[in-house]
């Protein structure tokens, strides 16, 4: 330690006995860049290109369309499903990679109210200031079906459950603030009132010890292109735990959902298992992307990933506070109440964000005031995080972001 923060030297030796260290290389990052947004678009794994080198040239180019069978594109959306339960600690078959989380979030609210069995219950509840899409699906699905959205503060959403409630959605992880609910803990209070609840796992899986099987959470969706490394607009996903599925379904009765898509039938025939939330043809080179990413997850000692996500997060903490106090923290700093990423406040985050990544540190931005650095222990080093953080209070120091490039706001924030 030296002035007080943990010095470069310092950083280097624990990257040096970082057990995960090797995995950096499995990564395409470009050199001198820092990236610290693996929360919003994780890197790209080596072997995903050669993964879709094969998946064009072998199994599009050579199989054509003989592949559905022979390189079992059909079963992707259920191997992908399980690969994914493993890493929820969810069981096969209770999982399907299909469509956008906005998509499986309205096919699984509209599945559950349509079997809902409660009458009276009028109230949606989920938490003010969740992720857009959340709160936009569930007041569209509550208009639907003439009910009431509840979008309550976050400490007053065990309160609000009650004989009202038809349905709970909450996102595990914020997606600004890094904290984390009590699954176990909110799950075990909507099952006492009898009320279906569903986990946004977005920025949970592949960040978080997730054990669903244990915290007896029933239903989820997810996102594929932010921790699991699936590739821009990745798949997501739907969990459904074995006993609930038999009484659910999907409000898009697409063909791929069949009970025997290829029995051309006009009548529609729910399949049997989580296969009957498919809507139409699975994207098969999205998937083949999803996958790999999803491999590399599986393989990766998933232990050693939320130690170092920990040991990442205190180091910046640590570092933020004695070289940047301009920046408030935002996330909390225990661990089990939060994700792996790092949020603070400050009123310029916006064009301090962009000076910032002029300096070559990718970290993002979200209204109105939040610097939100990812911590993804495969590819991320704590001296990436010294050099950022180093990097950021040189740019407050000298005032740079202040300069008028960096004030105007692009499409994509
Ligand atoms: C919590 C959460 N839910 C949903 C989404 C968006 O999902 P999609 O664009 O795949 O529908 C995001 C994207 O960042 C998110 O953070």
Redesign the pocket.
Known sequence: MSAGYPSLAEAQARDAADPLRGWRDRFVLPEGLIYLDGN?LGALPKATIAAMRDATDRQWGDGLIRSWNDADWIGAPRRIGDKLARLMRAAPGEVIACD????N?YKLMMALLTARTGAGASIILTESG??P??LHVAAGVAAQHEMTLDAAPRDQIAARIGPDTALIVL?HVH?KTGERFDMAGLQALADAHNVPLIW?L??SIGAVPLDLGKDAARFAVG?G??YLNGGP?AP?FIYVAGEALEFLGSPIQGWMGHAAPFAMTDGYTPAPGIERFLAGTPPMLSLLALESGVDAMLEADGDAVWIKSQACFDFLAQLMATRCPELSPVTPARADLRGSHASFAHPDAWPINRALIDAGVIGDFRTPDILRFGLTPLYLGFADLWHAVDRLAAIIADGRWQRSEYRALSKVT
């Not at 956008?100 to 998509?103: A, D, G, K």
């Open positions: 919003s956008s989380v906005t998509v979030l969740n992720f899409t959340d996102t997606y946004d977005s920025h996102c292109y932010k607009g997501g």
